[in-house]
């Protein structure tokens, strides 16, 4: 292309694609955590580090950008600093204080909905000009999948075997169930 032709204009995704991009980045988070809920009554530390990542991020944008995204910056920063306050709390053994680690592991489930929000409007992936239809039937999508992930957890026993455990290398529950032989 030559300097004189123009460059075409970026083409806008879709309704489609932003409700998929936002209902199903936000639902393999959603499950996961449900399940470990569920099955653990915890927060693996696998689901902190994303977690942890993504909010981290999100508020040093918060530092680094000053746009509209960021309405009400104390409140936003409070709420994406949460998993670093959890990951600070562990590193310095306040989670061995069981009502310290049920606080902070609660907020930062609490706090999910909200981070998730904060990310979607920093990265203006234009999901708040989606109806308001669409916008309902993807945080009811987070939510059911939430709920599916802690239902599937603390029902496991009828779900997977403790050999599905094994073999993913994690740690195998008590109550699992042994294949038949």
């Known amino acids: ?33 449900g399940y470990d809920l569920g099955a653990f009554e915890t927060i693996n530390y696998r689901r902190i580090f994303p977690i942890f990542v993504i909010s981290t991020v999100a508020l040093l ?16 920063r409070a709420i994406l600093a949460l998993p670093a306050l959890y ?11 069981r009502w310290v680690y049920i606080g902070l592991a609660a907020a930062i489930v609490v706090a999910l909905p909200f981070t998730a929000y904060i990310v979607a409007r920093m990265a203006d992936l234009d999901f708040f000009h989606l109806p308001r ?16 992930g802690l239902y599937i957890g603390a029902n496991h026993p009828r779900f997977f075997e403790c050999r599905d455990f094994e073999l993913a290398g994690d740690y195998v529950p008590e109550n699992c169930t042994e294949q038949d032989e």
């Open 133 to 148: 239809r669409l916008q309902a039937v993807a945080a009811g999508t987070l939510l059911a999948m939430f709920l599916a």
């Open 1 to 33: 292309m030559s300097d004189t032709e123009a460059t075409p204009a970026p083409r806008r995704a879709t309704a489609t694609q932003i409700f998929l991009l936002v209902t199903i980045g936000g639902s393999v988070v959603a499950i996961d955590v």
């Open 61 to 76: 944008a918060s530092f680094l950008t000053d746009g509209p995204e960021v309405t009400d910056a104390k409140r936003t």
């Open 87 to 97: 990951l600070v709390a562990d590193v310095v053994q306040l989670t061995n204080v």
